[in-house]
């Protein structure tokens, strides 16, 4: 697939077709995998508190779950909750052999990330976030792959772009998108520059001038703006925030798509391929917990 812009007018990115084709062959081989094994796919989604975005992106994918023919439990826990409390929840959902998947929202209040992570059983870690997941996936061994930094990269495949021996600015190192992504363009042939919040906004310019491609992932409102773009550059957003219950993207677009050649119209599109990509890996962990007994 092939796409051309003309000056000053960036090529929107939106996803809307791509993730139509996902959603129609995902639902096919579920229905292939329930009919063969006599039962759906399980998937545990754990919530912990009212952040906004977390329930507004736990109840979208149970939703999306159950549309699609998997069996989906929706796993509310009270804010407050003590870690031995949290590992007891999290050990019963690793026993329960109808849930093949676990995906746990964050920020979980008062519970520290990676301690969290460390309770998940690995063949059920479908967000890819358990040490042992991200050892495979930085030594490029078969593993969980994180669903947003893979949804946006599948995002820039269909729009035709290639990575190998590109310039990749990643701005943000965290554990769902920085990180993993960082891996997934290094395996890609990629040379990723990686910044974060702490980074002088004059060398973030100057890195973001000289990349081929960029991808906001810090949760910063309106990080990167127009000034920061090379001339016929493409620009990803995966990072969200939200100021007075309003969500915002890293990326300033008005201003990036005078200069990009391509951008993504919203972290909503990266978030429209995200739940697609998060479900086939828990579609992988029931054939594995399954079929390689």
Known sequence: MSFTTQSGQAVMMDGKALAKEERERLKAEVATF????????????VLVGNDPASIDYSGVLVRHAR???????????????????????????????????????????????????LTLEPRKDVEGYHPISTGKLFSGSDTFIPATPLGGLRLLEHYGYKLYGKLCLVVGFGVTVGRPLTALLIAAGATPVVTHLPTPRETLVKLGR???????????????????????????????????????????VESVRQVAQAVTTSPSVSGRLTSIALLENVLKAARQQTEQL
């Open 210 to 252: 000289e990349a081929d491609f960029i991808f906001g992932a810090a949760g910063a409102a309106h990080l990167i703006t127009g000034e920061m773009v090379k001339p016929g550059a493409v620009v990803v957003d995966f990072g969200m925030s939200f100021i007075d219950g309003k969500m915002y993207g890293d990326v300033e």
């Open 34 to 45: 329930t009919e063969k094994h006599g039962f759906a796919p399980g998937l545990a989604v």
């Open 67 to 117: 549309e699609y023919g998997m069996h989906a439990l929706h796993h509310v826990l009270p804010s407050g909750i003590s870690f031995e409390q949290f590992t007891e929840e999290i050990a019963g959902l690793n026993a329960d052999k109808s849930i093949h998947g676990i995906s746990i929202q964050w920020p979980v209040p008062g519970i520290d990330q990676s301690h969290a992570t």
